[in-house]
């Protein structure tokens, strides 16, 4: 079975930027949709996006888009998410996830990595 290692987390201050990475151990990953939540504070996990491996289509959700950017690297296997102008509000732990379709709710998505802390400081 696949599995999806995240990392690229940290603290960082108020409008910086992150690009977390989220590599699979298996080539054959490429079949998947790979999907991007988060989960704050006190709050339920939401999606952030996805990106559909063959194609590089993207999806994002309302709240994140123009700051966040899914992209992927086929040779090494990995998939990125580069977050930009971060507020303390972003701060959460950021998992990425691998399914058969494109999809926005936990459900459609099968495998997940552990996920890596993101802290934003004011």
Do not use: H
């Amino acid at each position: 079975q696949v599995q999806l290692v995240e990392s690229g987390g940290g603290l960082v201050q108020a409008g910086g930027s992150l690009r977390l990475s989220c590599a699979a151990s298996e080539s054959t990953f490429s079949t998947y949709c790979m999907g991007w939540f988060r989960q704050g504070p006190g709050k339920e996990r939401e999606f952030v996006g996805f990106i559909r491996w063959v194609s590089g289509i993207t999806g994002y959700a309302d709240s994140v888009r123009g700051r966040f950017t899914i992209s992927r690297d086929n040779a090494k296997k990995t998939v990125y998410l580069q977050i930009n102008s971060l507020t303390p509000e972003d701060t959460a732990v950021y998992y990425c996830a691998a399914g058969g379709i494109a999809g926005i709710r936990e459900d459609q998505y099968d495998i997940w990595g552990q996920g890596t802390q993101v802290t934003v400081s004011s």
